[in-house]
């Protein structure tokens, strides 16, 4: 069974509209007129890691819930690099997810055996291992008792 979902870009000069076509994410505005010239490249890279780490840890919520963990926030970060490739084309050549959970120490073992699952990464992370590598740094933190 096959699932599409849809996204559409208008650009007028220097104005970008990035409709999500979605309650939930709505219209993403660029107008790269009120951002500095060093600070306009990347936004590409920046929305392949959002996405990436969006579906890790959306992944990681329902492996947690469904074996009855509960935590308390996850923090997560995904550094995207880029490089070329060997014909000197500009490529994504790996992507770092630094990930952790914050929960009880009660769920420590419910983590572990999460922690192994989620290895495989998630439907998008999993899609773009063909291409480059995506490293996975699944961390616990428990609060001091």
Do not use: W
Request: proline share 3%.
């Amino acid at each position: 069974m096959s699932q599409e979902v849809t996204v559409s870009l208008q650009r007028r000069g220097s104005l970008i509209d990035l409709d999500m076509e979605n309650a939930a994410l709505g219209c993403v505005h660029v107008d790269n007129n009120a951002i500095p010239e060093e600070e306009r490249p990347g936004s590409a890279k920046k929305l392949l890691g959002a996405a990436v780490l969006y579906c890790y840890v959306a992944a990681l919520d329902k492996a947690l819930d469904t074996r009855g963990a509960k935590y308390e926030s996850i923090d997560a970060r995904a550094t995207v690099t880029a490089g070329t490739d060997d014909k000197g084309r500009g490529r994504i050549v790996g992507i770092v997810l630094d990930v952790t959970v914050h929960m009880d120490a009660d769920y420590e073992d419910v983590f572990e055996r999460v922690s192994k699952v989620m290895r495989n990464g998630c439907l998008i992370s999993a899609s773009l291992e063909a291409a480059f590598p995506v490293t996975y740094n699944l961390q616990l933190e428990c609060p001091d008792d």
